[in-house]
């Protein structure tokens, strides 16, 4: 199956300071999404983001499909977005299920 | 609220009990999935339906697990003779085949706990 790989997979910022979330892949895709796990456990979507670059408020993605990687950047970091990030994979010709990398735990200190 | 909804939240049981999960999907989503997540790691896939139809089920669902969507609706997750290794969150999501992304969208999940 295909391997999703996040880096790192622990970060703890400032308040204030930037970062930016990779995740590799090892195989075409037909879906990438970014997730955050809140603490209770709910999966908030972040971004469907199969190619291209979007942007949402503080946060933006950018999927480079041709070189299977894709990048989360979260700036002006705030302590709410604590959490893991997960990415997930759907592998091109496959189903439309899921596979998730491991995640980055992200603590934001006030 | 409009999105994917499990229940119940939470559920504590003795070793080889029988538990059931219930998601009800987003009401256009003829997609719905079942994801076992442990404790440190990602989600991992279950099964999947479309429809009414299982389409796809895991190594992961052991003879124990039964996954039922009557009529395309609700679905429903059954553990049999629960173990202690079975403590996990379980997570639906649904999406929308045609007409849509492909966007998975989860629910809070049901959180299993074996004693």
Redesign the interface.
């Known amino acids: 199956g295909i391997q999703?790989e996040q880096s790192p997979p622990d970060l703890i910022l400032q308040e204030g300071a930037n970062s930016t979330l990779r995740c590799n892949f090892s195989d075409s895709v037909?879906?990438l999404?970014w997730?955050h796990q809140n603490p209770?456990?709910?999966?908030i979507?972040l971004f469907?983001i199969p190619s291209g670059t979007k942007q949402n408020g503080r946060l933006s993605a950018t999927t480079v499909a041709t070189e299977r990687y894709s990048l989360l950047y979260i700036s002006s970091s705030q302590t709410t977005d604590s959490g893991v990030y997960?990415c997930?994979v759907?592998r091109a010709g496959s189903?439309?299920?899921?596979?998730?990398?491991?995640?980055t735990q992200l603590t934001v200190l006030p | 609220d409009t999105g994917v909804s499990q229940d119940p939240r939470h559920k504590i049981t003795k070793r080889g009990q029988n538990v059931t999960f219930r998601c009800d999907p987003i009401s256009e989503h003829n997609?719905l999935?079942w994801y076992r997540?442990t404790l440190?790691?990602?989600?991992?896939?279950l099964t999947?339906f479309q429809n009414e139809a299982q389409?796809?089920k895991s190594r992961l669902l052991s003879d124990r697990f039964s996954a039922e969507r009557p009529k395309g609706s609700f679905s429903t997750l059954e553990i049999q003779r629960t173990e202690q290794g079975d403590s996990a969150?379980y997570?639906c999501a649904s999406?929308r085949?045609a007409g849509g992304?492909?966007?998975?969208?989860?629910?809070?999940?049901s959180?299993l706990t074996v004693l």
């Open positions: 999703v037909n879906n999404q997730f209770w456990g709910q999966l979507n469907y997960f997930a759907e189903a439309r299920q899921l596979t998730f990398g491991s995640g | 997609r999935y997540q440190g790691q990602g989600p991992e896939f999947y389409l796809e969150m997570l999406s085949l992304s492909g966007e998975l969208f989860f629910g809070e999940g959180r």
